[in-house]
């Protein structure tokens, strides 16, 4: 299987409400306070009506200071300037193993000529039938993938179904999607008519927040990230649920899968996810305390002072 299949990311989404404002800067925020889930690589992309690139990708090899040239301030000013927009997504990569490449940096950018089929994603997550839904694809008449990556394979998936022939609803695309993916994936995209989806899949093994500051709106795969950029107040997606963000700037919470069970990735709580989040309403720091209180109880050594 895929490099990307033993992947741990982070993904953020931004939508402010005043078209002049740069999202830039807020993406940045949000990714360097979730550089503990991917050092790898970082990205975004960014979406601004009145440009000939409606939407524009930045990503690199790097962590996301060295992504977005913070130790060269002219370099980061050109950078803001050139990918501004008043929406975006972004990216932290992390990979246990597997290709150091610019190629495998999300997020991953689909041109096309009608807007709705134009869109940008990336993800979160693991896609166990990856190499089933990869052979699948393969399988069709000139079909052809360039990297051994699920997330590619995801994004293919999706054009396919915005391919229909009309603008489609992106929760049913998305229905349809999580009947076909089989894991535990967090997906974040925007097009280039300015709709934003970032959905937390049926499972909800991966975290993922949204909140509001002012009438901005702002995804993270973690609550840190959002309390330190001055959003209080925040709330978990639920699984197999939606963030939808309109043309209008508009919210909508979308079911766009039932949830018949549930479970939890516990690397997230030992490990992986930042010490101050809290994950579905329980703080990570205080659950590392209790755990470590409940592995105490089992150690035999007597400390001697």
């Known amino acids: 299987?895929?490099?990307?299949?033993?992947?741990?990311?982070?993904?953020?989404?931004?939508?402010?409400?005043?078209?002049?404002?740069?999202?830039?800067?807020?993406?940045?925020?949000?990714?360097?306070?979730?550089?503990?889930?991917?050092?790898?690589?970082?990205?975004?992309?960014?979406?601004?009506?009145?440009?000939?690139?409606?939407?524009?990708?930045?990503?690199?090899?790097?962590?996301?200071?060295?992504?977005?040239?913070?130790?060269?301030?002219?370099?980061?000013?050109?950078?803001?300037?050139n990918y501004e927009g008043n929406k975006g997504i972004g990216h932290v990569r992390y990979a246990t193993c597997g290709a150091n490449d610019r190629s495998y940096a999300q997020p991953f950018e689909r041109t096309h000529g009608r807007k709705y089929k134009w869109f940008s994603m990336c993800f979160n997550g693991n896609i166990t039938n990856y190499a089933k839904l990869k052979e699948d694809l393969l399988k069709k008449k000139d079909y052809h993938l360039i990297l051994d990556s699920d997330?590619?394979?995801?994004?293919?998936?999706?054009?396919?179904?915005?391919?229909?022939?009309k603008k489609p609803d992106l929760s049913k695309v998305f229905s349809i999607l999580s009947k076909?993916?089989?894991?535990?994936?967090?997906?974040?995209?925007?097009?280039?008519?300015?709709?934003?989806?970032?959905?937390?899949?049926p499972i909800g093994f991966r975290p993922l927040v949204w909140g509001r500051k002012d009438d901005d709106i702002f995804v993270a795969s973690e609550s840190n990230a959002l309390i330190n950029i001055g959003v209080s107040k925040y709330q978990d997606v639920e699984p197999g649920t939606m963030v939808y963000v309109g043309?209008?700037?508009?919210?909508?919470?979308?079911?766009?899968?039932?949830?018949?069970?549930?479970?939890?990735?516990?690397?997230?709580?030992?490990?992986?996810?930042?010490?101050?989040?809290?994950i579905d309403g329980r703080s990570v720091y205080l659950t590392r305390r209790n755990l470590g209180t409940a592995l105490a109880k089992y150690e035999t050594e007597k400390v001697t002072k």
């Not at 997330?151 to 022939?165: A, F, K, P, Y």
């Open 247 to 278: 043309t209008d700037g508009n919210l909508e919470l979308k079911r766009y899968a039932k949830s018949k069970n549930t479970a939890k990735c516990m690397f997230e709580w030992i490990y992986f996810a930042n010490v101050s989040s809290v």
């Open 151 to 165: 997330t590619e394979v995801i994004m293919h998936n999706l054009s396919r179904q915005l391919d229909i022939g």
């Open 1 to 81: 299987m895929g490099d990307d299949v033993k992947h741990f990311c982070g993904i953020t989404a931004v939508s402010l409400s005043d078209k002049k404002k740069n999202a830039v800067p807020y993406l940045y925020k949000l990714l360097i306070n979730m550089q503990n889930r991917g050092q790898l690589s970082a990205g975004i992309s960014t979406f601004k009506e009145d440009r000939p690139h409606i939407i524009k990708t930045h990503k690199d090899i790097g962590n996301v200071n060295e992504v977005f040239k913070v130790s060269f301030p002219e370099k980061m000013d050109r950078l803001y300037n």
């Open 180 to 201: 076909r993916f089989e894991g535990a994936y967090n997906i974040s995209m925007i097009n280039a008519l300015g709709e934003i989806v970032v959905n937390r899949d």
